[in-house]
């Protein structure tokens, strides 16, 4: 399911940008970056993968370099859902209930800049926290940040052609 909807949202995608978001000190806050981390390894050809902890903002220079025609941002959400599980949306308020971490920018903010000054369609992929304070993650989340890492590379991977 999480697979169909991100080939769905991810329909026509020429080159793609992946942006972990997430403090490596607040837990399970850290997934986003965790999930970058492990796509950055795989090198996948048509994907540039930013490791952006807090400030997602501070990288919009790189990303427009890139020029993708698809931003995936990866992050904590409080949606009232069970640790692990993961919710996918093309607008971080579309979702009534849902919150994204707290960083130094609103992430619909920077999504919305993406959009307008980039021309990238946006996608929010967001995965029910638990623990919120260490360095760890909790089994919950570390077993979604795996799965959701295999996802996006077998779809990315299947959608771009490589």
Do not use: C, W
């Not at 490596?24 to 048509?46: N, P």
């Not at 009232?80 to 209930?97: F, Q, Y």
């Not at 130094?104 to 996608?123: M, N, Q, R, Y």
């Amino acid at each position: 399911m999480i697979a169909d909807k991100l080939r769905e949202m991810l329909r026509g995608a020429v080159r793609v940008a992946v942006v972990g978001v997430g403090s490596s000190i607040r837990g399970d806050d850290a997934l986003g970056v965790e999930v970058a981390r492990r796509l950055r390894e795989m090198k996948l050809r048509g994907v540039l993968v930013v490791e952006a902890e807090a400030t997602p903002e501070n990288f919009t220079g790189v990303i427009r370099s890139f020029d993708p025609s698809h931003v995936i941002i990866v992050d904590a959400a409080h949606f009232g859902g069970k640790p692990g599980d993961v919710v996918i949306t093309a607008e971080a308020s579309s979702l009534g209930g849902v919150t994204f971490s707290t960083h130094h920018t609103p992430l619909s903010l920077f999504a919305k800049f993406v959009e307008t000054s980039i021309g990238a369609s946006v996608i929010f992929v967001g995965v029910q926290p638990k623990i919120t304070s260490g360095r760890e993650l909790s089994p919950e989340v570390m077993e979604s940040v795996e799965a959701l890492t295999k996802i996006l590379r077998g779809v990315l991977l299947e959608l771009l052609d490589q």
